[in-house]
């Protein structure tokens, strides 16, 4: 990879590279917070072979600072990093805002493993050994589809709030919507970027946020073309039902081989999409009949996820966060949650997973070490922003502070646990030419790919015309679903598909331009 890039034309113009030293330190506890308002960053300029052509870009990592829209003052410097292809229209080009989820983590892994122009190389699903680690050209890059900004809420990565402001004012469902509409409005205005083609891509909690974020942008005049939901938690209430989780229970023990059906599912496809006929019909019969249960329905339930039937009467055919510390009991080994084809030798794994940042749990154990040391060495060495600061890749802090209410479209305060199927539903009834992906990991326990599958089919979305333009895929993969190879490559052909369909249809185009002229 170059860092001289040519510009357009017959002569050839060297640009040169701005490096940025921050010297600001930046806190990452709910009372933190700093006094700088200054949008500084550092700026280099790289190239990018891909499908047979050179793509020359811009990369820009540092802080724009949002303001409180209530006194137009500085409440926030949010970090970024930002990837632009040089030489394009801003009418016809689009941008991606991507983040992680937590709440509390840095945009790092998406950034490093997914669809940047660079990307870490792993073992997946095997462990990845110490240093030294490889970065490489990404194959799989949305570059040449969109420009992509990496998001990191306030408190982690380098985002903090200013003075007087604290960083526990941004940590809740709508503060930090709020606080990501003000970041993108502020990217817009900034980069002049407001006639763009307009996307949002979440993992994890990350999908709930782009669910509130999205129609708080259109709320504000902002109108979206289109929006990945990757690995989804949209409602909290049903986030361990057994039903959602069994599937994925059942694709676990695909995998290692453990399911006695006969005869032997050959596709895992297929599998899971019996398996979750299975699930809402004889399994959910049984859970309610329990303990008289129909016998067949729990000799089955044990061929297809490898448990004895003892244990699973013992845990009233449960199917829980128990199954991925059970399944390979006899070899001492526990899955990863977030990805079940991940084992570890089990004496050090928790029997459940730690719900702030994961840290117990194989699959994270098996890549922490290579995201640490790559995004230190690529942060400061190829994109040339340096700081005296620690990065915070997770902040446990904010999701021990985080205030899980919420208050959806129709105005109505949530008690409960908090669900945010609705307000993607109330956008996609507004905004009918929004289009929708959603991607899933067959192996995510964290987030079970049928339970987001009823979630979407629960949701309040009646139009069938407009339930079309929602598109729900599977790969075989865990949690994170680019750092598998196969699965990355399919994903991106499926967002090829998303991008192309959301910008090449002019009338759905200028209906959302209109829309968000009127709503502005």
Not at 4 to 24: A, E, K, L, R, W
Not at 302 to 315: A, H
Not at 480 to 489: K, P, Q
Request: proline share 6%.
């Amino acid at each position: 990879m170059s860092n001289d890039s040519p510009t357009t034309g017959t002569n050839t113009v060297t640009q040169t590279d701005q490096p940025y030293f921050d010297p600001i330190a930046y806190g990452t506890g709910p009372d933190d917070n700093v006094t700088d308002t200054a949008e500084t960053a550092a700026v280099t300029h790289h190239t990018i072979a891909l499908g047979g052509r050179e793509i020359a870009y811009t990369a820009t990592a540092g802080h724009l600072v949002t303001v409180d829209p209530s006194t137009s003052r500085p409440n926030a410097k949010i970090f970024y990093v930002a990837f632009t292809q040089d030489g394009q229209s801003e009418t016809t080009r689009p941008v991606t805002f991507c983040y992680n989820g937590g709440p509390g983590s840095s945009a790092v892994f998406v950034l490093l493993g997914s669809f940047a122009p660079r990307r870490i190389k792993t073992n997946m699903p095997d462990f990845t050994p110490p240093a030294p680690y490889t970065m490489e050209d990404n194959p799989d890059t949305l570059l040449d589809k969109t420009d992509l900004v990496f998001i990191n809420p306030v408190g982690t990565g380098y985002s903090v709030a200013i003075a007087p402001h604290r960083n526990s004012e941004f940590w809740g469902v709508d503060q930090d919507a709020d606080s990501l509409k003000q970041f993108v409005k502020r990217y817009l205005t900034k980069n002049n970027r407001w006639n763009s083609p307009k996307f949002l891509y979440g993992e994890s909690y990350g999908t709930a946020r782009s669910c509130v974020l999205a129609y708080r942008l259109h709320e504000d005049g902002v109108d979206l073309n289109g929006i990945t939901l990757q690995s989804s938690i949209l409602n909290y209430g049903t986030s361990d039902d057994p039903i959602g989780l069994l599937p994925t229970a059942a694709a676990d023990a695909w995998y290692h081989k453990r399911t006695s059906i006969t005869p032997a599912p050959a596709d895992l496809t297929a599998f899971v999409e019996e398996m979750e006929k299975f699930a809402s019909g004889d399994y959910a019969a049984a859970l309610q009949a329990f303990p008289k249960a129909d016998p067949a329905a729990v000799t089955k339930l044990s061929e297809y996820t490898g448990i004895d039937v003892t244990t699973l009467t013992s845990w009233k055919l449960v199917v829980g966060y128990q199954f991925p510390t059970t399944l390979l009991q006899d070899r001492k080994l526990a899955l990863g949650a977030y990805d079940g084809r991940v084992t570890a030798i089990d004496s050090g794994i928790a029997g459940k997973l730690d719900p702030a940042a994961g840290s117990n749990d194989p699959t994270m154990a098996a890549v922490s070490g290579v995201y640490t040391a790559m995004w230190n060495s690529y942060l400061n060495e190829q994109l040339k922003f340096t700081s005296n600061s620690e990065y915070t890749d997770l902040n446990n802090q904010v999701f021990e502070h985080w205030d899980f209410s919420h208050t959806d479209p129709t105005g109505a305060k949530q008690t409960g646990p908090l669900n945010t199927a609705a307000d993607l539903a109330a956008l996609m009834a507004i905004n009918v030419d929004l289009r929708v992906l959603s991607a899933n990991g067959f192996y995510d326990f964290v987030t079970p790919c049928y339970r987001t599958v009823l979630d979407l089919q629960q949701m309040p979305l009646d139009n069938a015309e407009v339930r079309k333009n929602l598109t729900i895929r599977f790969y075989p993969s865990g949690h994170m679903v680019y750092l598998d190879g196969n699965s990355r490559t399919a994903l991106k052909q499926d967002l090829t598909q998303l991008y192309d369909a959301a910008t090449a249809d002019t009338a759905a185009v200028n209906r959302i331009l209109t829309l968000q002229q009127s709503s502005s």
